[in-house]
C-alpha cells in the first residue's frame, strides 16, 4: 500500500467536513434574525375606494373630451374628407358624427349620481368663473353645488362670494349666497352668516332664496 494514501484520505475527509460546515441551510442561518415587525399599512376604507374609482373615470372622460376635440380640429382642417366618396358610379354617404359629451355634462352625471369627488375633479379650474360665458357660469355653480355636497365649506364660501359677484344678474346667484350664509353659520360664523342673509335679502328680495334667508334669520 502507498504510505502517503492514509494522508490524502484524511485529508479528504477534513475538507469534505469543511465544506459541509460552510455550506449550512439557510435556515439556520437566519434563526437569529428577529421576526418581522413592519405595521401593515391600513387599507382604504369602501368610500375612499369609490371616491378613487370616480376620480380616475373622471380623468379617463376628460382624456376622451380632449381627444374628440383634437378631432374635430382635424376634421375642421380636411373639409374634403366630409364630402361623400365615389366609386364609379356608387356614391358612398359619410358616417354619422359621433356624440360629443362635454365634461359639464359628465360632471353633471357623476353629481346626480352622488360622485360629487368626480364632479369635482371634471370641474377643476371653474371657479373663477372663466370667460364669463353661459358655460363657465354654469361649471362654477355646478362646481360650488358639488362642494356643497362635500361638506367642503371653505370651498363654497369662496366660490359662493365669487360668483355672486361675477353673475350677479344671474338667478342663481341669490342661491350662491344663501349657500354661502349656510356653510358661514356652519363654521359657527353666526354674525357673518346673518349679515350675507341679510345682503342677500336686500339685493334679491323678491327671489326665493330671500324668503329662505328670511326664515333662517327669524329662526336665529
Not at 364609379?88 to 359628465?106: E, F, H, I, K, R
Not at 356643497?148 to 366660490?159: F, L, P
Request: hydrophobic fraction near 35%.
Amino acid at each position: 500500500m502507498n504510505p502517503k494514501l492514509p494522508a490524502l484520505l484524511l485529508s479528504s475527509v477534513l475538507l469534505l467536513n469543511a465544506c459541509a460546515n460552510t455550506g449550512a441551510s439557510p435556515s439556520s442561518a437566519t434563526q437569529g434574525n428577529p421576526p418581522d415587525t413592519r405595521i401593515p399599512y391600513p387599507e382604504p376604507d369602501t368610500q375612499a375606494q369609490i371616491d378613487n374609482l370616480g376620480i380616475q373615470m373622471a380623468r379617463l372622460e376628460k382624456q376622451i373630451e380632449s381627444l374628440q376635440t383634437r378631432v374635430r380640429q382635424l376634421e375642421r382642417r380636411a373639409p374634403a374628407a366630409r364630402t361623400p366618396a365615389r366609386t364609379g358610379s356608387t356614391t358612398v354617404p359619410a358616417g354619422p358624427a359621433l356624440p360629443v359629451t362635454s365634461d359639464y355634462d359628465n360632471a353633471l352625471k357623476h353629481y346626480h349620481s352622488g360622485n360629487y369627488a368626480a364632479a369635482i375633479a371634471l370641474l377643476r379650474g371653474a371657479d373663477s368663473g372663466g370667460n364669463g360665458s353661459d358655460d363657465a357660469r354654469q361649471r362654477m355653480y355646478l362646481l360650488m353645488q358639488s362642494h356643497q355636497r362635500m361638506g367642503n365649506c371653505e370651498s363654497v364660501i369662496n366660490i359662493g362670494n365669487r360668483f355672486a359677484n361675477r353673475f350677479r344678474n344671474s338667478a342663481q346667484a341669490s342661491e350662491a349666497l344663501f349657500s354661502v350664509g349656510s356653510c358661514q353659520y356652519r363654521m359657527q360664523q353666526q354674525d357673518i352668516a346673518r349679515d350675507t342673509w341679510r345682503k342677500l335679502i336686500q339685493i334679491y328680495p323678491d327671489s326665493p332664496a330671500a324668503k329662505r334667508a328670511y326664515g333662517e334669520l327669524k329662526k336665529r
